[in-house]
């Protein structure tokens, strides 16, 4: 079992930046790859960024590429997703997630946080 707990987020204006964590629990953390997916109201669960175990992989959905930034450090078993010119179509609850394979999407992953949410406004 690994055990995920998202935070960071909050009320942010639009051109803000946050920086979202992740802290993991349970299994060895440097053994699994991370990824950050988001749900806005209404919407289903989209890939945002990902990032292998070793952190010489990442992936980022067109949306956040140049905007948000995926890093790991695997001796606080912590990933985060650095978020910067925030737009209010950001808005959403962001989740973390963790699997011993990297992938895109939701059905890759076996383990989730609660999720954090960030809203931006104008």
């Known amino acids: 079992q690994v055990q995920l707990v998202e935070s960071g987020g909050g009320p942010v204006q639009a051109g803000g930046s946050l920086r979202l964590s992740c802290a993991a629990s349970?299994?060895?953390?440097?053994?699994?790859?991370m990824a950050w997916f988001r749900q806005a109201p209404g919407k289903e669960r989209e890939f945002v960024a990902a990032?292998?175990?070793?952190?010489?992989?990442?992936h980022y959905a067109d949306a956040a590429k140049g905007r948000f930034t995926i890093s790991r450090d695997n001796a606080k078993n912590t990933v985060y997703l650095q978020m910067n010119s925030l737009k209010p179509e950001d808005t959403a609850v962001y989740y973390c997630?963790?699997?011993?394979?990297?992938?895109?999407?939701?059905?890759?992953?076996?383990?989730w946080g609660q999720g954090t949410p960030v809203t931006v406004s104008f």
């Open positions: 997630a963790a699997d011993r394979v990297m992938g895109k999407i939701t059905r890759a992953y076996e383990y």
């Open positions: 349970g299994r060895t953390f440097s053994n699994y790859a």
């Open positions: 990032i292998s175990w070793s952190a010489a992989i990442t």
